[in-house]
């Protein structure tokens, strides 16, 4: 198939002995070693380096060849090769990724990080290359020349793949000649050492603030594992030897920046001098001596613009776009306006409420509020409507129990049957690690397989949870298919003697959250393995699934069916699904119109700033800031210093995506509550829509068309809104 390898020095020869290069079927990952990825990895990319050498070689003689009038290029001579060279490199690298996420080990780490750096050069060198652009072209040019039915048309699926991989070398820069091109890749690299160094400047400026308090008075109110947490701080800088536990209750203890600390100590801390201290820190890092963010700031956005100028762009925002769902920065404009005008009057009536409540209490500040009095008052208003303590939950979710109703949910809806498989019949790397089968319920056809690897292993296992492609569906060199098989990695504690994995309600909405991107993995039907499944879809549209599924934790008739006493098999009582319900709205209003002023500022930043138009980044976002928040940031407040999401990170212009994917999900499952939610035949029917449309057509059509073959209409942020808890029920 691949026309490169009749004129590749026959690579092949001498790597099959290596489990790290088999390059299909299950990885046997007990047979990896970090000394295998050091020896392996290396001779792979040498094999597919020399065969990209070979493919561009032929290709070029193949686009001289066309140009003096032979046969069209075809999609395989292209499209199939280059999909090889990539999923040799993802299987082999994605095992070694895997292992390095959920079986660490300081020798692991270190042979991944040894290739890390020659893997992502590959990436670049066929992600540039300007043969294989000048192939998609013609690809491209012969469809758009040609009838439907005649040599050269595409079906959509492979117009959208297409199009997607001569985007993405378009936003690399293949298209751009002699010195433009040398600008722009000058200022890509800028841009990453720029990133960086704004990174470790957040780093280090979270990092060299700490506030030693040691009378028992400060830390007044904060509970037992934050005392512990900063006596442990305390411990570990050297300024107390002692025991644990005494640390803990005495003191002294040590605050700093960093998330773990800071937010429960603004949640919980009584004094409120000290909060106000430690917040005065927290929004002024990185804002001034040698870790100034600033000028960085504006260096970056000023590059980010020329950027986008060389690349056809009016801006960086639509550079961003051009590869997501969102249209135009109009629309993003329009949905963060919806959800700003809906959210604006409700965080408004949460501050008031904080006042109430502050005032009831007797507090002096309840006239003044500041920002370093919301979290605290806003745990005392909770504490007050409604206790609900995460903790005694665990009993009603016993992890067997949390499955046989996620299974029993994806049955009802998606007509599926989840098998577990006996221990062996599919390699693992760990023992607690389960393997399931994905029947179609109607025919029993196995569609898929999926790893489920549930508890935390501190020391050898990435913390949170994700889902990650084993295998994608495609077809094998001899034809025979390829069943999707997904990894699901979550981060539960694990069993205790007799007593089962206990979930809290978060880790069950975790499970589903990764169950979601696990179905859209597995119950594809895209023949084209570059569009199947999470493959090619748009990144502000990848949430859709894996939120839909979050709703039905809080589904009546889900919830209750699987929230039972593992030792007395009672159900969940009322009062405490009552209580899970007000919790998913509380503060809602703020908490919404806290991502708005994210979004928005990111968007106008990358959009509307340019370096003369007489406005800092600083003052942009105090502007937008007097109709996205309801207590005006302070003087010292530098927020953008620290807004390492887009200055480091890759969500520049992108950080809309959060809320965007939001109004989708919640309008899916709206589709639900709009025949009934009771009403067994329409949510079948509504189920198995869903599984046709959002979980089986992935990338191969775009998200808006696949969801309006769902929804019947383009998505509206209503559901999300009345979810938010920003209208009246
Ligand atoms: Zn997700």
Redesign the pocket.
């Known amino acids: 198939m691949a026309a490169s390898s009749a004129s590749s020095p026959a690579p092949e020869s001498c790597g099959t002995a290596l489990p790290l290069l088999r390059g299909e079927g299950l990885p046997p990952f007990e047979a990896i070693t970090p000394g295998q990825v050091e020896t392996a990895i290396p001779q792979l990319l040498e094999q597919l380096n020399a065969e990209l050498t070979a493919l561009e070689h032929t290709l070029q003689k193949r686009l001289q060849a066309i140009s003096n009038g032979a046969a069209p290029l075809s999609w395989a001579e292209l499209m199939e090769p280059l999909h090889h060279l990539g999923e040799r490199l993802r299987w082999s690298w994605g095992v070694v990724s895997h292992l390095n996420g959920v079986c660490n080990s300081p020798e692991l780490r270190e042979a991944h990080q040894s290739q890390q750096g020659a893997v992502v050069v590959f990436g670049s060198r066929a992600g540039q290359s300007a043969v294989i652009y000048r192939a998609l072209g013609q690809l491209l040019e012969q469809h758009q020349t040609s009838q439907p039915g005649e040599t050269g048309h595409l079906d959509a699926t492979q117009l959208r793949i297409l199009e997607a991989e001569r985007r993405d070398m378009q936003l690399r820069g293949v298209g751009l000649c002699g010195a433009e091109q040398e600008a722009f890749n000058a200022a890509t690299t800028e841009l990453a050492r720029l990133a960086s160094d704004f990174g470790n400047h957040v780093l280090d400026a979270t990092n060299g603030w700490t506030l030693r308090l040691s009378d028992p008075a400060e830390v007044a109110g904060l509970p037992d594992s934050l005392r512990k947490l900063l006596a442990q701080a305390a411990r570990q800088a050297g300024q107390e030897p002692g025991d644990a536990d005494a640390t803990a209750e005495h003191g002294p203890w040590l605050l700093g920046l960093d998330m773990p600390r800071v937010m429960p100590f603004l949640k919980y801390g009584a004094r409120r001098d000290l909060r106000e201290t430690v917040y005065r820190a927290q929004v002024a890092r990185a804002s001034s001596g040698e870790l100034d963010n600033r000028p960085l700031i504006e260096r970056i956005l000023t590059l980010r613009g020329e950027q986008a100028r060389r690349l056809g762009f009016a801006s960086w925002a639509e550079v961003s776009l051009a590869s997501k769902m969102a249209g135009s920065v109009g629309e993003v404009e329009q949905l963060l306006e919806e959800l700003r005008a809906a959210a604006y009057p409700v965080a408004q009536q949460e501050l008031e409420a904080l006042r109430a409540i502050a005032s009831r209490q007797g507090a002096p500040e309840a006239d003044d509020l500041k920002p370093w009095d919301v979290a605290y008052w806003a745990e005392k208003l909770r504490q007050e409507s409604f206790e609900l303590d995460s903790e005694a939950l665990r009993p009603w979710f016993p992890l067997e129990q949390v499955l046989q109703g996620l299974f029993g949910l994806c049955q009802r809806l998606f007509d599926i049957r989840i098998v577990s498989t006996d221990p062996g019949e599919a390699p693992t790397w760990h023992p607690d690690v389960r393997y399931f089968r994905v029947l179609d319920g109607a025919s029993g056809a196995s569609l898929a397989a999926f790893y489920l690897d549930p508890f935390s292993r501190p020391g050898s296992k990435r913390g949170g949870a994700?889902?990650d492609e084993c295998l994608g569906r495609s077809h094998t060199a001899a034809g025979e298919p390829v069943l999707p098989v997904a990894y699901l990695i979550c981060n539960q504690s694990p069993p205790v003697g007799d007593t089962p994995s206990l979930m809290t309600f978060d880790e069950v909405e975790t499970l589903f959250?990764?169950f979601?991107?696990g179905l859209q993995h597995m119950l594809t039907t895209v023949e084209r393995p570059q569009a199947a499944g999470i493959n090619n879809v748009e990144w502000d549209a990848?949430?859709l699934p894996?939120?839909f599924m979050e709703n039905w934790c809080y589904d009546r008739a889900t919830l209750m069916g699987m929230a039972r006493h593992w030792q007395t098999g009672e159900s969940l009582p009322e009062a405490d699904y009552q209580k899970l319900l007000a919790a998913r709205t509380f503060m809602g209003g703020s908490a919404t119109l806290r991502q708005v002023h994210f979004a928005l500022t990111d968007l106008r930043l990358h959009s509307v700033w340019s370096p003369d138009g007489g406005q800092s980044p600083e003052q942009l976002r105090r502007e937008l800031a007097r109709t996205t928040t309801v207590l005006e940031p302070i003087p010292e407040d530098a927020f953008l210093c620290a807004f390492s999401h887009i200055f480091a990170g890759g969500y520049s212009a992108g950080y809309y995506s959060y809320k965007w994917a939001e109004v989708l999900s919640a309008d899916a499952f709206s589709a639900f509550e709009e025949v009934g939610l009771d009403v067994e035949d329409e949510v079948v029917a509504t189920g198995r829509r869903f599984r046709d449309t959002v979980l089986s057509l992935g990338g191969s059509r775009s998200p808006a068309e696949i969801f309006e073959a769902f929804r019947g209409r383009p998505p509206s942020s209503e559901a999300l809104i009345r979810h938010s808890g920003l209208v009246e029920a």
């Open positions: 994700w889902m959250h990764e979601g991107h990848v949430e894996s939120q």
